[in-house]
């Protein structure tokens, strides 16, 4: 299928003999949003990480944005956005010193760095906020700003690892208008969250227990499937029984 973006087969991850992620198999759509989520120790971050071409699998197969995670890491960088809730912008520097260097570090052009810094601002509405420091800004407007910035460069897929963690409820609302916008473009949003009620905002979820995807269908039909009133019904269903922690 043209529109598949990411294509994870049989992928798994040894640590040792402990198996991280074993044997995960999924596709994920253009535009679509993704949501990907798994108690601690799941192995979430570990299936992230292979996707993003920071850790080499132990096995199996994976394609991202046609790339291959073996052999193409370098070209998929290129392609992807990358945001977690620990680290994604500079708290030394300031808004606008993190947008030019993640923009370079994305390899934009001067001419293009520069009109799309000014179109982020414009956007944000943060154009008394250019010269203050990261560190300076509610978290709020942190979150917004390091998702603005992981887009900066269209790329095909940004990965958000918990981005909104420890934000207000109102706040968070505000950043997932940001996520649809993006997806909107055509952008695949590759999603981790502890929310559930963030969760029924993704277009498909996929639930990991002990290493393994458990159920994968939209909200809708997860709930249905599980006589379930909520997806947080459904995540408890299916983790109450994990053996893991992390």
Request: a neutral charge.
């Amino acid at each position: 299928m043209s529109d598949t973006v990411i294509i994870a087969d049989k992928l798994t991850k040894k640590f040792g003999d402990f198996i991280a992620t074993n044997q995960i198999s999924f596709e994920v759509y253009k535009g679509e949003i993704f949501g990907f989520l798994g108690a601690n120790g799941a192995g979430k971050t570990t299936a992230m990480r292979m996707l993003c071409g920071l850790s080499v699998p132990s096995a199996g197969k994976a394609t991202i944005a046609g790339f291959d995670i073996y052999k193409q890491t370098e070209q998929i960088k290129r392609k992807i956005g990358y945001m977690s809730q620990k680290f994604s912008l500079y708290e030394d520097l300031t808004v606008l010193e993190n947008i030019r260097f993640f923009g370079g570090i994305y390899g934009l052009g001067y001419k293009e760095l520069k009109d799309k810094s000014e179109q982020l601002i414009e956007k944000l509405g943060m154009h008394n906020q250019t010269k203050k420091l990261v560190a300076e800004l509610p978290l709020g407007w942190k979150q917004k700003l390091a998702f603005s910035v992981a887009v900066l460069h269209d790329p095909a897929i940004v990965f958000l690892d918990e981005p909104t963690g420890g934000v207000d409820p109102v706040t968070r609302r505000q950043f997932w208008e940001l996520i649809y916008e993006a997806a909107n473009r055509g952008v695949t949003v590759f999603v981790t969250t502890h929310y559930m009620d963030e969760a029924e905002y993704c277009n498909r979820i996929s639930i990991m227990v002990d290493g393994k995807i458990e159920a994968l269908d939209t909200p809708v039909n997860l709930k249905k499937a599980f006589n379930a009133a909520s997806i947080d019904d459904v995540f408890y269903q299916l983790a109450r029984g994990a053996k893991r922690i992390e």
